[in-house]
């Protein structure tokens, strides 16, 4: 409501600065804006209306993305699971945006951070990888997502978050025919341990601390299924055992509960079989192959198999397709042979029952003529 001397809650200032005073509700608000531009001061007094009304309605007006992230953090939402990885998105938020009041953020500001993230300037800290920024793009948009749900800010200033495009997956991973010559390298290098973990994360797709922590009570009693302990979606999802996994696992003593135990009773530690996975991989044509690159190659031998999106989710045992297609590398293939050989005996069974003539066929030598036609009758 315009005051005395006010027009549309604007008043010029003997300084030349603009004066306004407004009134909200029950709420009056006034002081002085730092411009002598008449627009300029109604974009500033439309900000303050909007912050008057959001404080009526009880959101927080200047919420920043530090409290964004920690009311995130403190809620029992996230204490689920990814805390270690929200936390290091986290890590690498705080020092730019931290300070930047949620409403604030633009696709601009996210771009900029970014860039610091893809070309940090710290010697003590790496540029991240595309993959990797867009993790802590991730989780800072759960954030800001979840303080809106919890009516915490009226809206996500950031409808559409603008990820970094990420490159064609270049790392190795193996094909169906890597698959003889690459074991015959791992049983040349490795030790019965280590072949038989190599096994099951290849042949099976388990991750590597899953293969390391076989269990003996995990198969189940005919050995056609084993239920990894330690998945990391927090099911035992049984998946079915390979036969060579099968042959190899059976050919060791059942000395205590672990398939694999190591030395005084204790567990393998992560990279056990990481020299070995390398070694092998070089030794084949596969430099930089890496232990978590044999599940990938599991997934990918599987779909070019023609395992559909669902079924490879299930072996991997992830909650979303999205991850699975994530592991899926693209094999390079002749199209026409792929529809050629999965529709393969088709025709011939038909041959069989409609024989195909080379009147029977369009275009071709001996085609049916209209005038032919022994009804005596036009085509139609």
Request: proline residues 7%; glycine residues 6%.
């Amino acid at each position: 409501m315009a005051q005395s001397g006010y027009k549309n809650g604007l008043k010029k200032t003997p300084k030349g600065f603009w004066a306004f005073k407004i009134r909200v509700g029950r709420q009056t608000k006034e002081g002085t804006f730092p411009t002598t531009q008449l627009q300029t001061a109604r974009k500033l007094l439309e900000r303050v209306r909007d912050d008057l009304l959001r404080q009526q309605e009880g959101l927080e007006v200047e919420l920043t993305v530090s409290e964004a992230m920690d009311y995130w953090l403190d809620s029992s939402y996230a204490r689920a699971k990814h805390l270690d990885r929200a936390n290091y998105a986290f890590d690498r938020a705080r020092p730019v945006l931290g300070s930047v009041q949620v409403r604030r953020l633009t696709q601009a500001t996210i771009i900029a951070f970014k860039r610091t993230l893809l070309e940090s300037d710290d010697p003590d800290r790496r540029p991240l990888a595309p993959t990797t920024v867009n993790i802590v793009l991730r989780y800072l948009a759960v954030a800001i997502n979840w303080a809106v749900k919890n009516k915490k800010i009226a809206e996500n200033p950031l409808k559409q978050m603008p990820y970094e495009p990420v490159p064609e997956d270049n790392r190795p991973f193996l094909v169906r025919d890597d698959l003889i010559p690459f074991l015959m390298k791992v049983d040349a290098l490795g030790n019965a341990h280590q072949q038989v973990a190599i096994r099951a994360m290849l042949l099976m797709g388990l991750r590597e601390s899953e293969a390391l922590r076989l269990r003996w009570d995990g198969f189940t009693g005919d050995w056609a299924f084993y239920a990894p302990a330690r998945a990391k979606n927090g099911k035992a999802q049984p998946i079915p055992v390979q036969a060579e996994v099968l042959r190899a696992v059976r050919a060791l003593p059942q000395k205590s509960e672990w398939v694999l135990p190591g030395r005084a009773g204790s567990l393998h530690l992560k990279g056990y079989t990481r020299k070995v996975v390398e070694e092998a991989g070089v030794e084949i044509g596969k430099p930089g192959l890496t232990p978590h690159r044999l599940r990938a190659s599991c997934a990918t031998i599987h779909a070019a198999r023609g395992a559909n999106a669902f079924q490879i989710r299930d072996l991997l045992r992830h909650e979303r397709i999205a991850t699975s297609q994530k592991y899926v590398n693209k094999v390079p293939c002749n199209l026409q042979v792929v529809v050629q050989t999965t529709f393969d005996g088709i025709t011939e069974m038909f041959t069989r029952v409609v024989p195909i003539t080379p009147q029977a066929m369009p275009g071709g030598v001996g085609q049916i003529d209209p005038s032919d036609d022994p009804t005596g009758e036009p085509n139609r």
